[in-house]
């Protein structure tokens, strides 16, 4: 299993940024994916997931970024994104993408500052 | 949501000796359909992504030392480590899969002393 996340970056806040995670070594079709990030010196939270396309492909977030962030995918290219709108200093940290069976990437940081 | 509570928040150990770390959750996270616990516990060193040690409670991952071990069941659940080794020092984090929103607990760092 190999998790590549990318499109980390300084954001402003108030800006959008989005976040891709190359997966590999899987069945990534038949998977649902979440995003769990972790602020610096913080424990990890869990953003969202995506439901397989046998599930519904349908989405659930945490309270902190419904409304603002997005979770799609692309199972011809086995990507997952995280779209992150309206950032806020608070959303600062590193993003991973985690299998249902807890394989995590390296992580991409996302950092929001004016 | 499942609040997970550990304790403590941190803890120095010496070399060879036990550590413990215990983990709480809110609600129960047993599941009456399987009869597992649906907890897991992960281990994170410096610049690293989680790494997962046990899952189901007391299950260890591939490759895990056997001085990792998880117990517990329902609400209270415990991370042991056997016999302290230099390469676990690390920050550790109990983590609930009982919802699909997953929560985590806050982290113990475990040093040596």
């Known amino acids: 299993v190999q998790l590549v996340e990318s499109g980390g970056g300084l954001a402003r806040p108030g800006g959008s940024l989005r976040l891709s995670c190359a997966a590999s070594?899987?069945?990534?079709?038949?998977?649902?994916m979440n995003w769990v990030r972790q602020a610096p010196g913080k424990g990890p939270e869990w953003v969202g997931h995506i439901r397989k396309k046998g599930d519904g492909g349908t989405t659930d977030y945490a309270a902190p970024v419904k409304g603002r962030f997005t979770i799609s995918r692309d199972d011809s290219r086995t990507t997952v994104y995280l779209q992150m709108n309206s950032l806020k200093v608070e959303d600062t940290a590193v993003y991973y993408c985690?299998?249902?069976?807890?394989?995590w990437g390296q992580g991409t940081l996302v950092t929001v500052s004016s | 949501d499942i609040v997970m509570t550990q304790s403590p928040d941190s803890l120095a150990v010496s070399l060879g000796e036990r550590a413990t770390i215990t983990c709480k959750s809110s609600q129960s996270i047993l599941s009456s359909s399987n009869n597992k616990n649906f907890l897991a516990w992960f281990q994170q060193k410096p610049g690293q992504p989680p790494k997962l040690l046990i899952y189901w409670a007391s299950t260890r991952e591939s490759g895990v030392p056997d001085r990792f071990r998880g117990s517990g069941s329902g609400t209270d659940f415990t991370l042991t480590i056997s016999s302290l080794q230099a390469e676990d020092v690390a920050v550790y984090y109990c983590?609930?899969?009982?919802?699909?929103?997953?929560?985590f607990g806050q982290g113990t760092k475990v040093e040596i002393k």
């Open positions: 983590q609930q899969y009982y919802t699909t929103l997953w929560t």
């Open positions: 985690v299998t249902m069976d807890f394989r």
């Open positions: 070594g899987f069945n990534f079709g038949n998977a649902w």
